[in-house]
């Protein structure tokens, strides 16, 4: 009776739950509506290790992790590092099926086909981790942890495993279920998924209770929220479960699910398999994501990332990136949305309604594109359309050489149109066509402009007239603006016109009045456009952005047209916010004209292309811009595009390169190192660092430097690697910065570089050296100072001995002039002595002289006494007085021989003495008396005191000075 009752209930749950199912497929997933989308994509040609992706993640320092089914990546934005079992950081099995991040110490746990590894990013090391002693692990679906930490483990063929955050081992849960499809933990339990049905497990520590969902079988993935659970199946079910157990399906398709995420906007992305992305949106709406790297294909993983970022996993085509703050969406020929442009190069553009586009192409026709779904239809072929106008009601159109067309109401015809001289306006260019109040079209052409009443039906040229200054200033129009005052305004290749209705006739306007006549570049006018100031901005050909002073009717530059990337302004459209957006030859370029700011962008930013074509710009859905060039369509928001690289950015020191002659470079993972020491002969070395920024990386610019080093920043702007070559050793801190082109510098980072010395450079050895150079000196010091003392005693006995000689020669030299010295001394006294004999010789000879004076005296008086023996003694006398003037020169010799240094200085100072006055001067000198002067010299003693003053004044001496010592010290002074 129970087992009828339990069928019954059975029966009856099913066909509620299937009328269940009925009903919601009936609310769900009916209208798929085509939802173009910008991927950009990263395959084996930008370096990923195989295309087959099977799951993505972001590690905590912002690297992106992505497992194929050959091996491991790390990307950084720029370039790919590979982990496989062939490289040096080696994993045992290549096809990795899961990743996850630990909560506890940030290591990376990797689920392959046959293991379970974990990598840590700070040894670089890998680790094979036991969970059962059976080998045969095959494909590691799921590694996952709860708020406690505690580990969940899926193995396909092995079951679900489980550890506690106190325990080191691994228990298999108490459930009998194999083919693990995927796990996931919600509301505080444990979902589980495979062919048989979804097993939900409440746990208490190691009590595990465990119910059965029937109703969803194949679960594959899981997208826990935050009052719900979503669950998708491999029959196509997208599930949708409450925490009362509440079911709800969400979308049907024949396709498998195989992966879930959602985004900013509250919209389930759907992966399925070969049926591209299915998104569910906040209202229920499903819509289906259209390119072609993803329609039809099959989608492994869906990840979301920060900054409202979702990556794709892909079967075959690597990974995508989908990035919602990206501003531009961009068509082109090629068949990425399906039916592409019919021509590249866009020339003209204008918005039908909210949803759909007109693009004029050069050659190609005329397109009606829809912007939500991508849908292109060529509603003129083989045309070069270069302008277009539509009013809601018709399209006027537009062409090269080919006339004036009308598109209204589904039909298209030409407008055989003439002037009033009866000339067609089929061979002209229509470069700009306006649509007036009063529904008259005014059209910019290469032969003027022309004036067209579609109701009179007839046409109006206005021309160049040269003798006519109120007359067009040339014929080659490009643009027609009508601003809020209703003044019509002509840019021509040769100035501004402004056309006067009342006069029907236009005044000129030129950049350069002194060349207002003849064609001139600088005065080529390609487009106009009035901001919210009412201030009416002119583009030229090669002359930059003007803007026209209505006051004053002249023109002023801008004051950025010196920033400016190129200085053609093919066209301008002015955004909500009020800043101008140029096209020209070199991307576009946004200028804020209120804060003078400007923003340059290119295709690395997500253009079409660089170059843009003249006039081919719109306003699109009231919010988007649309520019047209030479390789597509690029539609933005303005808004977005205006927050491109506005906020600051940190690099990431991400490896070091080391270079050794003869040998292979290494490349070492230093991402995790705030400190790295390299060994003596790694003196040339790279490091390498990078912005992680996933979207906009070609627009950083990085400044390095090594503190200890360098003195200032070095800025790089393409380059992501410093290199260093012959370094001295010793700790050194290289840091950099990085930014978006004309931003802020970021937050510095940097990384420790210990740079060992060869032993011959270290202090100790140096030290040691040192210590053995002292000692040497010092031994040698030694041996020096005791060859020295033995030297000294050598030289002192010898300085004694020949001292010794010494003293005894100078002994005896002192002996000899002893002995000469008494020699002269003795010869002097005996010179003194035969000085005064002949001194007293002569006083006698001259006592002998006066005695015979007075025997001849007497004879003269006693003549009678005269006798011949008187006569006889008289001549005897008289013979021994014939030698007095000898006995002269004899003492004047002897004296001069005695006294030489006298004789010498007498006649130095005195110069003009007599032969008297020296005789006068030697007997002086001789200390004689002048009672002896006067004997010697035969005079009487008053003739010698007559004598010696005379003498004094020869000798010049004063009346103070002693005649006798001056000559007694004359001689003694040298």
Same mark, same amino acid.
């Given at each position: 009776?129970?087992? #009828? ?157 489980? =550890? ?10 108490? *459930?009998? *279920? ?49 009052? +719900? ?65 993803? +329609? ?51 020339? !003209? ?30 509603? @003129? ?8 106008? +539509? ?32 000339? !067609?306006?089929?061979?002209?260019? @229509? ?10 079209? %005014? ?29 067009? !200033? ?71 952005? %003007? ?16 920033? #400016? ?183 510095? +980072? ?167 006055? @020296? ?25 010698? =005191? ?29």
């Amino acid at each position: 009776m129970k087992k #009828l009752l339990h069928l019954f209930y059975c029966l009856i749950y099913n066909k509620v739950y299937i009328l269940f199912i009925l009903f919601s497929l009936q609310c769900y997933g009916q209208n798929t509506s085509l939802q173009p989308v910008k991927l950009n994509e990263y395959n084996a040609k930008n370096g990923l290790s195989q295309n087959n992706v099977n799951v993505i993640m972001f590690d905590q320092k912002g690297f992106l992790w992505i497992g194929t089914d050959d091996g491991l990546n790390r990307f950084d934005g720029h370039s790919f590092q590979h982990f496989n079992s062939y490289t040096q950081n080696q994993l045992q099995f290549n096809s990795i099926r899961s990743l996850a991040l630990s909560p506890i110490d940030e290591k990376i746990w990797i689920g392959t086909n046959g293991s379970l590894e974990v990598f840590d990013p700070v040894s670089k090391v890998f680790h094979r981790e036991v969970i059962t002693k059976e080998e045969n692990i095959e494909d590691v679906r799921k590694v996952i942890w709860d708020k406690e930490n505690n580990q969940f483990i899926a193995i396909n063929n092995q079951g679900v495993f489980y =550890k506690h955050s106190t325990s080191k081992t691994y228990q298999p849960l108490p *459930i009998d *279920i194999v083919n693990i499809n995927n796990i996931s933990l919600f509301d505080g339990q444990l979902y589980i998924g495979n062919k048989k049905g979804l097993r939900k497990v409440s746990y208490n520590k190691d009590v595990f209770n465990v119910s059965i969902i029937k109703q969803i079988k194949n679960a594959t993935c899981f997208l826990p929220r935050d009052n +719900s659970i979503i669950i998708g199946t491999k029959d196509g079910y997208l599930f949708e479960v409450s925490r009362n157990d509440e079911i709800k399906v969400l979308y049907k398709s024949k396709h498998s699910i195989k992966t879930i995420t959602y985004d900013t906007n509250d919209n389930i992305w759907l992966g399925t398999e070969g049926n591209g992305v299915i998104l569910i949106t906040s209202d229920h709406k499903t819509v289906k994501l259209l390119h072609q790297k993803v +329609s039809k294909h099959t989608i492994n993983y869906l990840y979301r990332g920060d900054n409202d970022e979702i990556w794709l996993g892909t079967f075959g085509n690597g990974f995508l990136h989908y990035n919602d703050k990206d501003p531009f969406f961009v068509m082109s020929n090629a068949s990425t949305y399906g039916i592409g442009l019919s021509n590249n190069s866009v020339t !003209s553009i204008a918005a039908k309604n909210n949803n759909e586009l007109w693009v004029g192409t050069d050659g190609g026709g005329l397109d009606l594109i829809n912007i939500k779904t991508g849908e292109v239809n060529n509603k @003129i072929k083989d045309k070069n359309i270069i302008s277009l106008e +539509s009013d809601g009601n018709c399209l006027w159109v537009g062409t090269y050489k080919e006339g004036l067309f009308l598109q209204k109401k589904g039909s298209l015809r030409h407008i055989n149109l003439k002037d009033q001289n009866n000339e !067609s306006i089929d061979n002209d260019n @229509i470069w700009d066509i306006h649509v007036d109040e009063d529904q008259t079209v %005014w059209l910019a052409t290469s032969n003027g402009i022309i004036h067209y009443d579609p109701k009179k039906r007839n046409a109006y040229r206005y021309i160049e007239n040269k003798k006519d200054y109120h007359s067009l !200033s040339n014929n080659d129009c490009r643009k027609i603006y009508k601003d809020v005052k209703g003044d019509l305004w002509i840019g021509t290749f040769n100035g501004l016109n402004r056309y006067d209705k009342s006069t029907d006739s236009f005044r000129r306007f030129h950049l350069n009045k002194n060349q207002e006549t003849g064609i001139n570049l600088n005065n080529s006018i390609l487009s106009l456009s009035e901001d919210e100031n009412l201030t009416l901005w002119v583009g030229t050909f090669g002359n930059g952005l %003007w803007k026209f002073d209505r006051k004053k009717d002249a023109f002023i530059p801008s004051k950025i047209n010196h920033l #400016l990337p190129n200085k053609v302004i093919y066209s301008i459209e002015i955004d909500k916010s009020n800043h101008l957006w140029l096209s020209t030859n070199k991307g576009l370029t946004m200028y804020d004209i209120k804060n003078g700011h400007l923003k340059s962008l290119s295709i690395e930013d997500g253009l079409q292309g660089m170059q843009f074509n003249v006039g081919a710009s719109s306003a699109v859905l009231d919010s988007l811009l649309a520019f047209g060039g030479t390789d597509g369509l690029t539609i933005f928001s303005p808004k977005k595009a205006q927050l491109i690289n506005n906020n600051s950015i940190s690099p990431t020191i991400t490896s070091l390169i080391l270079t050794e002659p003869h040998q292979e470079s290494s490349n070492i993972d230093i991402s995790q190192e705030k400190e790295i020491t390299l060994d003596a002969h790694q003196r040339n070395f790279a490091i390498q660092y990078v912005g992680l920024d996933y979207n906009y990386q070609h627009n950083l610019e990085y400044q390095t430097r090594i503190i200890g080093f360098d003195e200032n920043w070095t800025t790089t702007k393409e380059h992501q690697t410093m290199m260093y070559s012959n370094f001295p050793p010793g700790k050194y801190v290289f840091q950099v910065r990085c930014r978006y082109r004309n931003g802020k510098w970021g937050e510095t +980072s940097e990384i420790t570089l210990l740079l060992k010395a060869y032993y011959w450079e270290t202090f100790g050895f140096k030290l040691l050296v040192l210590t053995f150079l002292c000692l040497g000196v010092y031994a040698i010091y030694v041996a020096y100072i005791k060859n020295l003392k033995k030297q000294r005693v050598i030289l002192d006995q010898l300085v004694k001995d020949r001292s010794q000689a010494l003293l005894a020669k100078e002994m005896d030299i002192l002996e000899v002039k002893q002995q000469k010295a008494d020699l002269i001394k003795d010869t002097l006294e005996v010179r003194e002595k035969e000085l005064t004999t002949h001194a007293l010789r002569i006083v006698h000879l001259n006592t002998l002289i006066e005695q015979l004076d007075e025997k001849l005296s007497e004879l003269q008086k006693n003549p009678h006494d005269f006798s011949p023996s008187k006569i006889n003694s008289i001549r005897r006398e008289i013979k021994r007085a014939e030698n007095v003037e000898k006995d002269w020169e004899y003492l004047n010799g002897l004296f001069a021989e005695v006294h030489r240094p006298f004789i010498d200085m007498l006649h130095k100072k005195h110069p003009s003495l007599t032969e008297g006055n @020296i005789r006068l001067c030697s007997l002086i000198k001789l200390n004689m008396s002048s009672k002896d002067i006067a004997a010697i010299m035969g005079i009487s003693q008053n003739s010698v =005191k007559v004598a010696r003053k005379r003498l004094r004044k020869r000798l010049e001496l004063s009346s103070e000075e002693n005649l006798e010592v001056y000559l007694l010290n004359l001689g003694r002074e040298n």
